[in-house]
């Protein structure tokens, strides 16, 4: 049986405030989600003037990228370059830019998805909260 690393709250908080002064220091109006490694919502926060669908994409993304364990512009990548049935898959709805796998010692513990803005964006703000973990 093998231990993971769990995030914390504390964690939590900390990669939030994070993507929070991030996307305020460019004055950029998002969506910013947390997800666990199973892709369950720890934290959403709307910032203000950011569209409500994004509080329904930001989830989505991190959901995404927590259970492929990659970057959901992985798949945005592999649907745009022809393989369209990869929009069937079960259980992936975030398949755009802007969800985040977070790993700790080689394993995923969850993923940050940020909705918003253009989607380089929206994944410089994810790698911004991850970044402070």
């Given at each position: 049986?093998?231990s993971?690393p769990q995030l914390?709250l504390?964690?939590?908080?900390?990669?939030?405030?994070?993507?929070?002064?991030?996307?305020?220091?460019?004055?950029?109006?998002?969506c910013?989600?947390?997800?666990?490694?199973?892709?369950?919502?720890?934290?959403?926060?709307?910032?203000?003037?950011?569209a409500?669908?994004s509080?329904?994409i930001?989830p989505?993304?991190?959901?995404?990228?927590?259970?492929?364990?990659?970057?959901?512009?992985?798949?945005?990548?592999?649907?745009?370059?022809?393989?369209?049935?990869?929009?069937s898959?079960?259980?992936?709805?975030?398949?755009l830019?802007?969800?985040?796998?977070?790993?700790?010692?080689?394993?995923?513990?969850?993923a940050?998805?940020v909705?918003?803005?253009?989607?380089?964006?929206?994944?410089?703000?994810?790698?911004?909260?991850?970044?402070?973990?």
């Amino acid at each position: 049986m093998k231990s993971t690393p769990q995030l914390e709250l504390a964690d939590v908080k900390r990669m939030a405030a994070a993507a929070e002064a991030h996307a305020q220091s460019h004055g950029w109006a998002v969506c910013i989600a947390i997800v666990d490694a199973g892709g369950h919502l720890l934290w959403l926060q709307r910032l203000d003037g950011a569209a409500p669908v994004s509080a329904q994409i930001a989830p989505a993304k991190a959901h995404t990228a927590a259970l492929g364990r990659r970057e959901s512009k992985v798949y945005e990548d592999m649907i745009n370059q022809g393989r369209t049935s990869f929009l069937s898959a079960p259980g992936l709805a975030g398949l755009l830019e802007g969800g985040v796998p977070i790993l700790v010692e080689g394993q995923c513990v969850g993923a940050v998805g940020v909705s918003g803005v253009k989607s380089i964006e929206d994944a410089e703000i994810a790698r911004a909260a991850v970044s402070a973990l």
